[in-house]
T-cell receptor
Framework: DGGITQSPKYLFRKEGQNVTLSCEQN?????MYWYRQDPGQGLRLIYY???????QKGDIAEGYSVSREKKESFPLTVTSAQKNPTAFYLC??????????????FGPGTRLTVL | AQSVAQPEDQVNVAEGNPLTVKCTYS??????LFWYVQYPNRGLQFLLK??????LVKGSYGFEAEFNKSQTSFHLKKPSALVSDSALYFC?????????????FGQGTTLQVKP
């Protein structure tokens, strides 16, 4: 978990609200990723960014939005359009954009619960 | 389709016995393979990876994995299991031709080590 921080650790959302999950890294990594984890389904990629001011949709981007205004920060917004947002959200980073041999390092995660 | 499979949802071993957590993959081209471990309500921790070279890869906490190209497998092993090894283990693959850094994860295998 070292070098990547996520906040808050736990987040509760009411129906119809947008919420933003924070992800910060001090590893000087170019690439950053957001994953969603549900029990028994492994990790699914939401969005990724290979460089500042650029990002691409992953496999399950609907209902989510991101920004990458600074190299060290990649916040994820869960919008009201996301129908089933209750999950564990993990942020990751890797050294180089497109670095196929690079290891992804993960933050400690944020558990989002919709009330 | 390119994919990763972890055929066992759960593996049970006695402390001190050897353990194996299985992973098979289906890709075109050269695969880069990774193993991660996750403790409850925590992020993923990197254990080891195979990029090229020796098929037997050694990683953190005494774990190792063997890349077998003919069987398209990358099983995780440890000669002597500890109770503290009990956790959720993920295998992941990235393709050599990938320029996005995207990882494809297996569903995860829960390892239970009993005293």
């Amino acid at each position: 978990d070292g070098g990547i921080t996520q906040s808050p650790k736990y987040l509760f959302r009411k129906e119809g609200q947008n919420v933003t999950l924070s992800c910060e890294q001090n590893l000087n990594h170019d690439a950053m990723y957001w994953y969603r984890q549900d029990p028994g389904q492994g990790l699914r990629l939401i969005y990724y960014s290979q460089i500042v001011n650029d990002f691409q949709k992953g496999d399950i981007a609907e209902g989510y939005s991101v920004s990458r205004e600074k190299k060290e920060s990649f916040p994820l917004t869960v919008t009201s359009a996301q129908k089933n947002p209750t999950a564990f959200y993990l942020c990751a980073s890797s050294l180089r954009s497109g670095g196929s041999t690079d290891t992804q390092y993960f933050g400690p995660g944020t558990r989002l619960t919709v009330l | 389709a390119q994919s990763v499979a972890q055929p066992e949802d759960q593996v049970n071993v006695a402390e001190g016995n050897p353990l194996t957590v299985k992973c098979t993959y289906s890709v075109s081209g050269n695969p880069y393979l990774f193993w991660y471990v996750q403790y409850p309500n925590r992020g993923l921790q990197f254990l080891l990876k195979y990029i090229t070279g020796d098929n037997l890869v050694k990683g953190s906490y005494g774990f190792e994995a063997e890349f077998n190209k003919s069987q398209t497998s990358f099983h995780l092993k440890k000669p002597s299991a500890l109770v503290s090894d009990s956790a959720l283990y993920f295998c992941a693959v990235r393709f050599g031709s990938s320029n996005t850094g995207k990882l494809i994860f297996g569903q995860g295998t829960t390892l239970q080590v009993k005293p």
